[in-house]
């Protein structure tokens, strides 16, 4: 562990004394910092490492929360190791979450600009045996810490997992509706800005990144203009992640709110797949991760992806 203080930026993570945020804080923190291709990965805590950043350096964030109460990543990680057979959940309050989400989404307005966007992929989930709004209730905890509310785009998934839909072939009949669930929420946030920023912060743009950066309208028309997109999810023999969202999804977030040459930051990188997407895009990418095996996962695709992309230029 390495107990850092007041402002005194850890030495592996290389950042200039001046550029970091000016706060009272003491605290514990144990990261690590992973180059590779035009980003990184930084395995820690994001509240932690989010503290050690730059003020107003990103331009966009992607992320997908961890759902704490249903997925333990510490079971998972011994599991995928072959150390245990299934993993147990973790008991957690409702409220406990809200304060976990609210410290780090906080603590990312501070690192985006002004005018920049934070687009969080989330869906309802089970908490003692009730399907919470969690999206809804995410909204104005958002807005109550400063992001403005911008977009509700559905993610829909070609397939269902669960088997929901088979109550009311078994029991045909008023109140047996539960549809199956294909459909998670792509909430877009921006941070408030004065002036043009506020309605595009890419107003001043020149024609030639405008032109670098141009979106291929051929497939606009279909079903990319509407706020319903349909992208196969990813199968679980694909990726060793228990929740990776598709490299495609980020990548569509990644054209439609940042330029080439852009940082983007995802704060729950699990395995990379933002980073896999900035990096195919020319963004520069940095991914926050906790847990070691899906930090050395990340960075083992990263590698494949940046030597191929260099490859091609
Ligand atoms: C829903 S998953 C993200 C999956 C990722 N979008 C992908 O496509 O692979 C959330 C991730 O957040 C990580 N995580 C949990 N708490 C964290 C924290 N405090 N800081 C950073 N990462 C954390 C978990 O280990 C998990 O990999």
């Known amino acids: 562990m390495n107990v850092r203080k007041k402002n005194k930026p850890s030495p592996h993570l290389g950042r200039k004394t001046n550029l970091v945020r000016e706060r009272e804080i003491e605290y514990t923190i144990s990261t690590k910092e992973y180059e590779i291709g035009l ?7 994001c509240l932690d490492v989010l503290k050690t950043l730059s003020s107003n350096d990103f331009i966009l964030a992607f992320t997908s929360p961890p759902y704490l109460n249903a997925i333990n990543y510490d079971d998972h990680v011994e599991k995928v190791k072959g150390k245990i057979q299934r993993w147990e959940r ?4 409702y409220d406990d979450y809200r304060l976990f989400l609210v410290e780090r989404f906080k603590e990312l307005l501070a690192v985006i600009k002004p005018g920049g966007y934070n687009v969080v992929n989330i869906s309802p989930v089970g908490w003692n045996g009730e ?3 969690l999206p809804f209730h995410f909204v104005s905890w958002m807005e109550s810490i400063g992001w403005k509310f911008k977009e509700d785009i559905i993610w829909e998934k070609s397939i269902a997992r669960d088997k929901r839909s088979g109550v009311l072939l078994q029991h045909p009949y008023p109140g047996y509706y539960y549809p199956s669930l294909v459909a998670e929420y792509v909430l877009v946030f921006q941070k408030p800005a004065e002036g043009k920023n506020k309605t595009n ?3 001043n743009r020149s024609q030639r990144e405008k032109d670098e950066n141009k979106i291929n309208l051929n497939d606009y028309q279909g079903e990319k203009s509407k706020n319903v997109w349909k992208i196969r999810p990813v199968a679980p023999q694909e990726n060793v992640h228990p929740c990776p969202f598709p490299i495609e999804l980020a990548e569509r977030v990644i054209q439609f709110y940042s330029y080439k040459g852009d940082k983007v930051i995802d704060i729950f990188a699990g395995s990379g797949q933002t980073n896999i997407a900035g990096e195919r895009l020319e963004r520069y990418h940095v991914g926050i991760e906790t847990q070691d095996e899906y930090v050395r996962y990340a960075l083992e695709r990263l590698k494949a992806v940046a030597t191929q992309e260099k490859l091609f230029k």
């Open 39 to 45: 980003g990184k990965i930084i395995k820690g805590d």
């Open 131 to 133: 399907r919470t709004a």
């Open 201 to 203: 912060i890419y107003w």
């Open 90 to 93: 973790k008991e957690i309050s």
